[in-house]
């Protein structure tokens, strides 16, 4: 039997106890309710269920404790005893109390059914799962001991895999140890053979480098004397265009010199000509503010030169100062 038939067994044996402790206590509660009825003060009738319902409690108690302690292997000791019995023999005497009172032996015998078959259910269960936990318990130590079996076989494989693979091992070690001491022979003999071909080709190679040297060296001579006639051609070439450098840069210092001071003519031209007498086109009026900005002069002075007015000067004065090349732009519109 397996796990899954045992807990298959296990959950029978809950549903059909459950069944039975079930029908019991209703039973025993429709049963008992009126012969408590009966003996209870007319104030007090509703409290004619809660007798059965206690004393059912305490058999709902009972079963569901012994089942965890017999699935757990453990034993609850006399008390657990002695309240189930006494729990079922409650059960019994309110179920056959009214019926025996009456003389009714047909009465008790039914109603001694449900109290019986409760008792005898529950210490049937409690047998039941205590046969269940020792026969899995069993079964546990079964399969643990199968388990330990199947582990020492497999380790006594594994051990022996492992002999054979060390027999392997050193065997093909002692054929390996072979291979290498012939391989070690035929390198020797190998490396003999290509000792004596090296010294051959060292020897040629000695007297090509000889040869080849001679001829670098002669190709070497040729060489620098190309080098050094190339040299002096190219000191030579460089000589003549230093002299020709110079000669453009002293013409461009000459030319800028002269261009510097025809402008500087022509701004004092322009600032001499005195205050204007009407106002001047803007084009030479340009022309005039970029000298009166280059040779510092005031707004006011800018504008009696061109006969323009204050802010109209104050704005070419800044944008004399935005843009660097602003003057030079203004003195070449007054040249034209």
Known sequence: MNGVQVRSAERALSVGTWLIVGGAMLYSILTVTPLMASHTPGGWVWTAPILPLVVDAAVVIVVRLDSVLARLGGHGGRWPIALR???GAMTLALNIADSALKGDLVGVSVHAVAPLLLIVTAETGLAYRRAITRAVTALEDKQHAERERQERVAQERQDAARRERAEEREHAAALAREQRDHEAQLAREQAEREERQR?????????????????????ERER??????????????????????????QAREREQRERQERGEREREALLSRGPAAEKLPEDEARAVIAAAFAAELPVRAAAELCGWSVGWVSSRYAEQRQPADAPHADLAIAAR
């Open 199 to 219: 010294r051959e080709e060292r020897e040629h190679a000695a007297a090509r480098e000889r040869a080849e040297r001679e001829t670098r060296e002669r190709r």
């Open 224 to 249: 620098e004397q190309q080098q050094r006639e190339h040299e002096q051609r190219e000191h030579r070439a460089a000589e003549k265009a230093e002299r020709e450098r110079r000669e453009r840069a």
């Open 85 to 87: 019995w006494m729990t």
